[in-house]
T-cell receptor, first 116, second 111 residues
């Protein structure tokens, strides 16, 4: 069965960086892209970006351009999201999900707290 | 402010039908048949309920249906059940530099 398993909770200080992993199983990793979505406390879902696991093509939400890097490691079927220059506004649950517009399988979420 | 507009809340009694709207523009909902709907129970991962406006993934009950007219997409849930109580989000492709946009979410309460 398709599964996406994410890395665990992190607490970071303002200005730091964080890297979240998303290990896929149960399907051909290079046959799909991986999207990243976040949800800040009390807020809705926000699409962050997408990476094509086949050719590393990426697209990002405009407001995150320059601060986020999306990569994949096809040898381990793992996708990564790195976010830099963290502020308190980046405190959120971060999800990876299979696909681009149609997100049919989701990871369990990773809580990132940014606090001094 | 979200790019797609949804009502903050809707409610219905068990067995009733409800509809959640998702209003965008000609740059997103109006121009693409790539509208998806997600059900989100707090503390759990979102679940895909509808994709490409009207399609249901395997395993989603046919009580859930999607439609679109102009710049507005809709999710209808018929025969409401207690377990349908959740937050619902729409999303769409967009021709803007954001690529994919979500609605602000709608809290469904089953009375």
């Amino acid at each position: 069965q398709v599964q996406l398993v994410q890395s665990g909770t992190e607490v970071k200080k303002p200005g730091a960086s964080v890297k979240v992993s998303c290990k896929a199983s149960g399907y051909t990793f290079t046959g799909y892209g991986v999207s990243w979505v976040r949800q800040a406390p009390g807020q809705g879902l926000e699409w962050m970006g997408w990476t094509n696991a086949h050719n590393d093509e990426t697209n990002f939400a405009q407001n995150l351009q320059g601060r986020v890097t999306l990569t994949t490691d096809t040898s381990t079927s793992t996708a990564y999201m790195e976010l830099r220059s963290l502020t308190s506004d980046d405190t959120a649950i971060y999800y990876c999900a299979r696909g681009f517009g149609k997100l049919d399988y989701w990871g369990q979420g990773t809580l990132i707290t940014v606090s001094s | 402010q979200s790019a797609l507009t949804q009502p903050a809340s809707v409610s219905g009694s068990p067995g009733q039908s409800i509809t959640i709207s998702c209003t965008g523009t000609r740059s997103d909902v109006g121009d693409y048949n790539y509208v998806s709907w997600y059900q989100h129970h707090p503390g759990k991962a979102p679940k895909l309920m509808i994709y490409e406006v009207t399609n249901r993934p395997s395993g989603v009950p046919d009580r859930f249906s999607g439609s679109k007219s102009g710049n507005t997409a809709s999710l209808t849930i018929s025969g409401l059940q207690a377990e349908d109580e959740a937050d619902y989000y729409c999303s769409s492709y967009t021709s803007s530099a954001t690529y994919v946009v979500f609605g602000g979410g709608t809290k469904l309460t089953v009375l």
